[in-house]
């Protein structure tokens, strides 16, 4: 199993381009997520989905779109990148839990390191 | 007000040493789950160690245990006889809602502990 894979490595954008941040998994797992994680601030989510075509907001969604048309993919699109949006982006997924405590980790990508000049 | 709280930024222990990363963590749900995670220099996130609300006992790993003390809502946890491939920053973070429901998988990460291992 290859895990989560994310592409690109690396990413530079000029302000105003779009671009897609490409993760996927063999795992069959139903829940995918984004984060983006800046200096000093940890990890904060900015979409998630429970299946295909299943998709929410999580606490920082502004300027980036997802869907989910398969269990494996979960790209996130950048449609007009702002500095602000410079940061080391991370895709990471998961079982969803049967009903009860469980200890679902979730496993993470390599991540994406993105500057916006 | 902050879900997960980790007041060390940094934190320099000597070979061998244990070492305890505290996690305060603030949530009314009666069901979530606290985990660790190490991002060593690399940048890849591992995760460490689990311990549910409703788990009885401290969770343990090898050379990681969780201290979990409910009523003060803290998550420490402790590395013992730590090696120099345990220099990192480590991740405590907070899953609310009991598993199954939607959107409850949901993390909620601290700002992390970079932690030194001095040889």
């Known amino acids: 199993n290859a895990g989560v894979t994310q592409t690109p490595k690396f990413q530079v954008l000029k302000t105003g381009q779009s671009m897609t941040l490409q993760c996927a998994q063999d795992?069959?797992?139903?829940?995918m997520s984004w984060y983006r994680q800046d200096p000093g601030m940890g990890l904060r989510l900015i979409h998630y989905?429970?299946?295909?075509?299943?998709?929410d907001q999580g606490e920082v969604p502004n300027g980036y779109n997802v869907s989910r048309s398969t269990t494996e993919d979960f790209p996130l699109r950048l449609l007009s990148a702002a500095p602000s949006q410079t940061s080391v982006y991370f895709c990471?997924?998961?079982?969803?839990?049967?009903?009860?405590?469980?200890?679902?980790?979730?496993?993470f990508g390599p991540g994406t390191r993105l500057t916006v000049t | 007000a902050q879900k997960i709280t980790q007041t060390q930024p940094g934190m320099f222990v000597q070979e061998k040493e244990a070492v305890t990363l505290d996690c305060t963590y603030d949530t009314s749900d009666p069901s979530y789950g606290l985990f660790w995670y190490k991002q060593p220099s690399s940048g890849e996130m591992i995760f460490l160690i689990y311990?549910?609300?409703?788990?009885?006992q401290n969770a343990t790993e090898g050379r990681y245990s969780l201290n979990f003390q409910k009523a003060r809502k803290s998550a420490n946890l402790v590395i013992s006889a730590s090696q120099l491939g345990d220099s990192a920053m480590y991740f405590c973070a907070m899953r609310e809602g009991p598993w199954s429901a939607f959107g409850n998988e949901k993390l909620t990460f601290g700002t992390g502990t970079r932690l030194t291992i001095i040889p």
């Open positions: 795992m069959n797992h139903e829940y």
């Open positions: 990471a997924s998961s079982s969803l839990g049967l009903a009860g405590e469980s200890s679902y980790e979730q496993y």
């Open positions: 989905s429970v299946g295909a075509g299943i998709t």
């Open positions: 311990q549910g609300s409703y788990d009885q």
